[in-house]
């Protein structure tokens, strides 16, 4: 399984700069309904929260990783974020977060998603490679460092 295989071009979104980490996912859940009209946006930005009320998906080294379950979703759907100023996200160390991964997963793919999260998360542990995520000017850029470390970690 590849980070590749998931990740939407369209769903990339470089150097946003939200309030906070409510705004974030309201305005990450916008997007992605945009781009999936059969995902109710109010629906999915409940599910992000609740998810977030239960444990911050803020998994140190400037990431997070929050996710959910979509039922009207056939498919799993990563969006990528990259707040170079950081936003407070209740992170495990107590550091701002500069870069998301957004994953939703239908109800019959939690093997999937569960797989997603770990090959995310070994991605992730350079920290050149989180620096370069960070540093990037363009959506483009943030795709070509991820393809490239999706391809080191096979």
Do not use: W
């Not at 009320?53 to 498919?75: F, L, V």
């Not at 990037?136 to 991820?146: A, G, R, Y």
């Amino acid at each position: 399984m590849k980070l590749a295989d998931f990740i939407d071009e369209g769903l990339i979104c470089c150097n946003i700069k939200p309030e906070s980490k409510s705004i974030l996912l309201e305005n990450l859940s916008k997007r992605i309904c945009q781009k999936y009209s059969e995902i109710n946006e109010t629906s999915l930005l409940e599910n992000l929260l609740k998810r977030e009320e239960e444990n911050s998906t803020g998994i140190g080294n400037s990431i997070a990783i929050p996710h959910c379950i979509e039922e009207k979703i056939n498919k799993t759907i990563c969006l990528i974020a990259q707040i170079p100023d950081g936003v407070d996200f209740d992170a495990m160390d107590d550091k701002k977060v500069k870069i998301v991964f957004l994953l939703i997963s239908p109800p019959l793919r939690m093997s999937e998603h569960i797989r997603l999260l770990a090959r995310i998360t070994r991605i992730i542990k350079d920290r050149n490679v989180v620096t370069s995520l960070i540093d990037s000017k363009t959506n483009q850029e943030i795709l070509n460092i991820l393809l490239q470390e999706d391809g080191r970690h096979v």
